[in-house]
Nanobody, 125 residues
Framework: QVQLIESGGGLVQAGGSLRLSCAAS????????MGWFRQAPGKEREFVAA????????LYADSAKGRFTISRDTAKNTVLLQMNSLNPEDTAVYYC??????????????????WGQGTQVTVSS
């Protein structure tokens, strides 16, 4: 089992920044990649960014490219999501997720095995 706890959400004005943190514990040696997803009211959960746990390979959704940066600190078992130039369309609950298998796509939330409880991000106009 892998436990994930997100933090860092909140209310920010358009154009502002937030940094989300995801602390992982448990069988973290089994994790292949970590991802961030988000879900706005009435919408499906969507991929934001992901990073390979060992090696640093990253992947971003088009909506996140150039504005968000995912990074990891394996010594602290933590994954960060730095979000800049936020706009109201970024308002959602943001979830951290852990993926065990290496041979499935990173974009599909169904391919992730463990999830955090989520943290609310609200961007005001």
């Amino acid at each position: 089992q892998v436990q994930l706890i997100e933090s860092g959400g909140g209310l920010v004005q358009a154009g502002g920044s937030l940094r989300l943190s995801c602390a992982a514990s448990g069988r973290t040696f089994s994790v292949y990649a970590m991802g961030w997803f988000r879900q706005a009211p009435g919408k499906e959960r969507e991929f934001v960014a992901a990073i390979r746990w060992s090696g640093g390979t990253t992947l971003y959704a088009d909506s996140a490219k150039g504005r968000f940066t995912i990074s990891r600190d394996t010594a602290k078992n933590t994954v960060l999501l730095q979000m800049n130039s936020l706009n109201p369309e970024d308002t959602a609950v943001y979830y951290c997720a852990a993926k065990i298998r290496y041979d499935t796509t990173w974009f599909d939330p169904g391919n992730y095995d463990y999830w955090g409880q989520g943290t609310q991000v609200t961007v005001s106009s």
